[in-house]
């Protein structure tokens, strides 16, 4: 007979890292921010640019990333 099939699939949408973000030097969809601790990594796969940045309040890697751009814009990395 009819079998009966309750199935509840419940997607959880894991929002995992790394996620990558446009590199503000080359422009290349390849920059990962990886949290650890007090301190995020950031890197470019494609150029080479990275930065270490001590986390300061929200620790989002978008957080994070808009910190990387700010700096490097002014010079301070790359
Ligand atoms: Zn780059």
Given at each position: ?78
């Amino acid at each position: 007979m009819g079998r009966r099939r309750k199935r509840k699939t419940i997607k959880i949408v894991k929002k995992k890292l790394p996620k990558y973000f446009v590199c503000p030097r080359c422009g290349a969809r390849s920059v990962v921010v990886v949290v650890e601790g007090e301190m995020a990594k950031v890197k470019c796969s494609q150029c080479g640019l990275s930065a270490n940045l001590q986390i300061v309040g929200p620790s989002h890697p978008v957080d994070i990333y808009c910190r990387f751009s700010d700096l490097f814009y002014a010079g301070k990395i790359g």
